[in-house]
Structures are given as C-alpha cells and as structure tokens.
C-alpha cells in the first residue's frame, strides 16, 4: 500500500512538473486525463514571505497549489494589473476533486525585534469532475491578508488566457469548460 501511495504521489509531481500539451493554440491534456486551470492570488501589507494556497483533494490523494508574492505574476493584457500570484495548470486523472482549503500566510514582524508567521485559512467546498481531455477553468482564488483576512472567488478568464498566450502560446480557448461557482467574498 505504502508503494502505491509513493507511486501515485510521484505521478502527481511528474503531472505539476510535465510540459504543458499545446497542439495548435489549444490545450491538449495527456490521454486518461484532463486539465486544471486556477489562478491563486493575494494581496497583503508585507509582500516579503507571503504565501497563498488552494488544497485540492481527488480520489486517493491531495495536493496544494500554491503562490508566493516573491517569485510568482500573472501576466495581464494591455495596461491592466498584474496579478500577483501563480497561474496553474495541472494535468490529473479523469476523476472527482473537491477544493477543500483557501489558505495564505505572511510574515507578521510588528512587534519590536520579533517577527512570527501567520496563517489564515476559509474552509471551502468546491467539487467538480474532470472527463478525459476535458480542459475546465475554475476562475481565481484570491486571499488578502491585510487587517481583517479575507477571500474572493472571481472570474479573471482576461488576466489569466492572456497568461497563457504570453508563456504558452496558447491563443485557442474553445476546448475550456468554465466551472465558476457564484462571486462570493468572505471573512474570517
């Protein structure tokens, strides 16, 4: 059993790790699988250290896709904003997920010589199923970590196609289903 956890968490790492299949502008997932688009975003008032996250469960396992402010821009059209975050795209088995966990962390330094990580987590409960060679888009998840933490789930398709165009010369959008579910904000 211990084997076959290895072995299914390697898969998972050589699917965040693999290239991107484009084939004629347009996402081509591997066979007996599809591709996840999701855009992880956040703002905050220290920028240095901070980090954010989604917790994506499937059938047998469970992986997070995360983004730090320092090494991490999603590429916006014309003059727009940035996002500053990670676009991912990740290829899995034809299954059942559900998004369990928007997370985000920063590095808290206002006391006087001290500084300590701080995390805030929102519970979530997006599920979707992935078909083979489906491509689904499933929007932004984004985390401001200032005063009072919050979260936004929202549509970002013009930020985050552009993304796509700009690193991975993918210009045909027809194949991606968006699963969005309704723009919500909340607090903790």
Same mark, same amino acid.
């Given at each position: 059993?211990?084997?076959?956890?290895? =072995?299914? $968490?390697?898969?998972?790492? *050589?699917? =965040?790790? $693999?290239?991107? #299949? &484009?084939?004629?502008?347009?996402?081509? +997932?591997?066979?007996?699988?599809?591709? &996840?688009?999701?855009? &992880?975003?956040?703002?905050?008032?220290? %920028?240095?250290? *901070?980090?954010?996250?989604?917790?994506? #469960?499937?059938?047998?396992?469970?992986?997070?896709?995360? $983004?730090?402010?320092? /090494?991490?821009?999603?590429?916006?059209?014309?003059?727009?904003?940035?996002?500053?975050?990670?676009?991912? &795209?990740? *290829?899995? +088995?034809?299954?059942?997920?559900?998004?369990?966990?928007?997370?985000?962390?920063?590095?808290?330094?206002?006391?006087?010589?001290?500084?300590?990580?701080?995390?805030?987590?929102? *519970?979530?409960?997006?599920?979707?199923?992935?078909?083979?060679?489906?491509?689904?888009?499933?929007?932004? %998840?984004?985390?401001?970590?200032?005063?009072? +933490?919050?979260?936004?789930? /929202?549509?970002?398709?013009?930020?985050?196609?552009?993304?796509?165009?700009?690193?991975?010369?993918? #210009?045909?959008?027809?194949?991606? /289903?968006?699963?969005?579910?309704?723009?919500?904000?909340?607090?903790?």
């Amino acid at each position: 059993m211990r084997t076959l956890i290895i =072995c299914f $968490a390697a898969f998972l790492l *050589a699917a =965040c790790a $693999a290239p991107l #299949h &484009v084939e004629n502008g347009r996402l081509v +997932p591997p066979p007996g699988q599809g591709y &996840v688009i999701a855009a &992880v975003t956040l703002d905050t008032l220290n %920028y240095q250290g *901070a980090d954010a996250g989604i917790l994506l #469960h499937g059938q047998t396992s469970e992986m997070h896709l995360d $983004a730090q402010t320092n /090494t991490s821009l999603i590429r916006a059209p014309d003059k727009e904003k940035d996002g500053v975050g990670k676009l991912h &795209v990740v *290829a899995l +088995p034809v299954g059942s997920y559900r998004v369990t966990e928007l997370y985000g962390s920063w590095i808290d330094d206002s006391f006087s010589g001290m500084s300590f990580r701080s995390r805030s987590s929102f *519970a979530l409960d997006e599920g979707f199923d992935l078909a083979d060679g489906e491509v689904l888009y499933l929007g932004d %998840y984004h985390v401001s970590l200032n005063f009072e +933490p919050s979260f936004s789930r /929202t549509d970002t398709r013009r930020r985050d196609f552009n993304d796509l165009t700009e690193r991975q010369s993918v #210009h045909d959008f027809s194949n991606i /289903t968006v699963k969005l579910p309704p723009a919500r904000t909340t607090t903790n």
